[in-house]
């Protein structure tokens, strides 16, 4: 009977590490809510320009592509309300475009420079093409948090030509 239970727990344990579904939750801490408020920022408040060229071509099925070279994975959403998101290293990212036409690659998202000063963070969101000279943008952002309150303080778009 030992043996029995035993090969059912390898057996599963087999199962559950072949399947690819399988994601962590998002972690629920204060740098995990900041990246939500800022993506929120960027994409339902529409202050990061070139964020149309994020969606080109519907390639990943409506999904953004994010350069988990920037940004730890496990802080960032699977979606955001109507917004999916995909993860990928940057030469995963050039790879799965490489037999795209220019005019239709899509430009993925890159986040970095989270900071946190006192009760002031402050995040980089940009939206980047992997063509030369193919443009994008950027959104700065700061959010001061208040008790249990985050407050957007200020914000600063840019685009890139």
Excluded: W
Aim: with cysteine.
């Amino acid at each position: 009977m030992t043996k029995l239970y035993g090969i059912f727990f390898l057996g599963a344990l087999i199962v559950g590490c072949n399947d690819s579904s399988i994601h962590l939750p998002v972690l629920e801490n204060d740098t995990a809510k900041v990246l939500q408020i800022a993506l929120r920022n960027a994409f339902f408040e529409r202050k990061l320009s070139e964020s149309p060229a994020l969606f080109r071509s519907n390639l990943f099925h409506d999904s953004i592509l994010i350069d988990t070279d920037s940004f730890p994975k496990r802080l960032l959403p699977l979606t955001l309300d109507t917004l999916k998101f995909k993860f990928e290293s940057y030469p995963q990212i050039s790879g799965l475009l490489s037999n795209v036409a220019d005019s239709l690659k899509p430009n993925y998202l890159y986040i970095c420079c989270l900071e946190r000063h006192d009760s002031v963070f402050s995040v980089l969101i940009m939206s980047r093409s992997t063509v030369n000279f193919g443009g994008g943008g950027g959104l700065y952002i700061e959010i001061v948090k208040r008790a249990d309150s985050f407050i957007v303080k200020y914000t600063l778009g840019n685009s890139i030509n």
